[in-house]
């Protein structure tokens, strides 16, 4: 019984914590029918000891394909899938805010919609939800 307890408690451990990484950082949204549409996002890298940001992006429908661009330093991810992210991109960083763009690529009209996600990593090589804002956006379909 006690084993029984010990593996019940560690698998909703990791369940939870599983389920805050994939879910607290992921950047949903859907770009509307304009050629030009865009959304832009931001979040905040809390820790102090941020080394680098990830960013990752997947086409969920729609078309053509979809491209997410870091403002600063500068990083990009273009995903033309609806099955697959983009392989891992990263860039050194500090803490601070960080800003990126959801763009279509190339721009022609109609509905897209896409995942992306961003982390923070410190300069252990980890990522920890607490040390990231949950996502924002402040402009859409423009």
Sequence with gaps: MKKLKTLMAASLVAAAG???????????????????????????CLNPNTAKVQLQVKRQAGTPC???????PALSATSCSTTTFT?????????GNKVF????NPAIAGTL????RAHCIDNTGVHNPADQTT????????
């Design 18 to 44: 599983f389920s805050g990484a994939a879910s607290a950082h992921d950047y949903l949204g859907t770009l509307g029918t304009a050629a030009a549409a865009k959304d832009i996002w931001y979040f905040t």
């Design 66 to 72: 979809v491209k997410a661009a870091l403002s600063s």
């Design 87 to 95: 392989t891992l991109q990263q860039v050194a960083t500090g803490s």
């Design 101 to 104: 763009i959801v763009s279509k």
């Design 113 to 116: 919609s896409y995942t992306v």
């Design 135 to 142: 996502p924002q956006t402040y402009l859409q379909n423009q």
